[in-house]
């Protein structure tokens, strides 16, 4: 058996999306489970769709992820270049292609755009498609080389059949057989001497010996013509892996719209890198048991390309915020405090402990930006109402809430100690000497200090934080607040 050898060919046309990183995810993962290489090639031959700064993203995006490739254009490995427009340059493409053309199966066609546009189209997956008529074909030997001499513009075209099938093998769809007369005869090498990019992508596949293509099954429908090729060059052709569409949560293709279609729109939204490539692992794959949490190297260890399915994926976005939450429970706390620090600073200006209100976060948030929610009454309280202050199953009203508060202003102002262990004490004491229930205490303190019904952390937890000024300043207002209240609806 050759050593399995993948490969991220992606074309440096814009963002990274989630379809291209599964894909350059799952190629990285059969290489590393195998103990092969995975590499990276650059596909910029349409210099029409290249995007400035493409290339950047996409070393960015693959090391941040921990993909890290074995070979590639800043890691040679003997298979280079590993741009294609720099491999054009030994003139490997139009060598390949002129042996098709000894062997009959390509042509040079020197059909101008006129003539082109006036033949017929079909329109195949929605796209309307040029089908060549083969005009050129039937041009002689000499004839062609005459033209070739006078220097008219020339395509090279894959010579395809118009009678027979074609069958190629995919690992998930199996062996799909296609009438050659739907196929068309595709570009090779294009009138500016490019190799167009399926021409390239097989004859870099077999000259850079990969062993497994892993890619999105818009490519499907070219896959009989690639084997066409592999045919004709007598090569073996690689393990095909078309991957099923990812779709939203409505089935419609992944899109830009959508707002999380990109790897680095997901890092902007707050999300964590190890969770985003978690969770796009699961995306048309799945492990025997039903785990969900994995790193990239149990990731490699487990993954099976055989289990990934055809069903189309659907990027579940509460799906990989949930994820994303159990990564920073689990992270280490330095590490959480150092990430949340910007979201905390964002939302206190005020000279609190921060290290504090990180811990009391920590487990409640799934991604940074929540933060704020969770958090904004620590600078200052919002405009609540005194109904807050009934709690059914901790039988208080607001009533009893004043009253509670109006006991306990003088203790807490002749304390000195306002840490939590000190607060609970203070308090608990209160509940035992009250001979009532701890949330009957509990509760309006916690809703005079945060004005909310939900925080992060306990009443004398917030406390802490606040201080005894600020605590007392907001006992105080709460007070004052209830008391306004029971004269109104005197
Ligand atoms: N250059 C192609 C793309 O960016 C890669 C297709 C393939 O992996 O074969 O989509």
Not at 436 to 454: D, E, H, L
């Amino acid at each position: 058996m050759s050593k399995v050898r993948t490969r991220y060919a992606p074309s440096p046309t814009g963002k990274m999306h989630v379809g291209n990183l599964r894909s350059a995810l799952y190629e990285f993962l059969i290489a590393k489970h195998a103990g092969g290489d995975f590499m990276l090639r650059i596909e910029d031959t349409d210099q029409e769709r290249f995007v400035e700064g493409a290339t950047d993203i996409i070393y960015r995006t693959l090391d941040s992820a921990g993909l890290k490739h074995d070979e590639g254009p800043d890691k040679d490995g003997g298979f280079g270049p590993y741009i294609q427009s720099e491999r054009m340059k030994s003139g490997i493409y139009m060598e390949y292609a002129k042996k098709l053309v000894e062997r009959g199966e390509a042509y040079y066609c020197f059909c101008d755009k006129e003539r082109l546009d006036s033949l017929k189209t079909e329109i195949v997956e929605g796209k309307e498609i040029m089908m060549y008529d083969k005009h050129c074909l039937s041009l002689s030997k000499e004839e062609v080389e005459a033209k070739l001499a006078s220097g008219i513009p020339f395509v090279i075209r894959q010579n395809i059949p118009n009678e027979g099938t074609t069958t190629f093998h995919d690992e998930l769809y199996g062996d799909i057989s296609v009438e050659n007369a739907e196929l068309d005869d595709m570009v090779l090498i294009k009138s500016d001497g490019y190799p167009t990019y399926n021409f390239a992508n097989v004859v870099d596949d077999h000259t850079m010996n990969i062993t497994h293509v892993v890619r999105g099954n818009e490519y499907l429908s070219s896959a009989p013509k690639y084997q066409r090729l592999y045919d004709a060059f007598g090569w073996d052709s690689p393990v095909y892996i078309h991957l099923p569409l990812i779709t939203d949560e409505n089935h419609k293709k992944l899109s830009k719209r959508s707002g999380h279609a990109s790897f680095e729109d997901l890092i902007a939204q707050g999300f964590l890198t190890d969770a985003v490539v978690n969770y796009i692992a699961l995306l048309g794959w799945s492990p025997e048991d039903n785990r969900e949490i994995f790193t990239l190297n149990e990731l490699i260890w487990e993954f099976d390309y055989h289990r990934i399915s055809k069903s189309p994926a659907v990027f579940d976005i509460v799906k990989l915020k949930w994820m994303n939450g159990e990564y920073l429970k689990a992270m280490d706390f330095d590490k959480f405090y150092e990430m949340a620090l910007p979201y905390l600073r964002k939302s206190i200006t005020k000279d609190y402990d921060l290290k504090k209100i990180a811990a009391m976060v920590k487990t409640r948030i799934e991604i940074f930006p929540d933060i704020a929610d969770h958090i904004d009454f620590f600078e200052c309280v919002p405009d609540y109402d005194s109904s807050m202050y009934a709690h059914k199953k901790m039988k208080t009203t607001p009533e009893t809430s004043l009253e509670v508060l109006r006991e306990l202003l003088p203790i807490l102002e002749e304390q000195d100690d306002y840490s939590n262990d000190a607060l609970y004490e203070t308090l608990s004491k209160y509940v035992a000497d009250k001979g009532c229930k701890n949330g009957y205490v509990m509760w309006p303190v916690r809703t005079a200090v945060s004005g909310k019904q939900m925080t992060p952390g306990g009443a004398t937890e917030i406390m802490e934080v606040l201080g005894k000024e600020e605590s007392l300043a907001r006992l105080r207002a709460a007070v004052a607040k209830l008391d306004a209240g029971q004269e109104s609806s005197l």
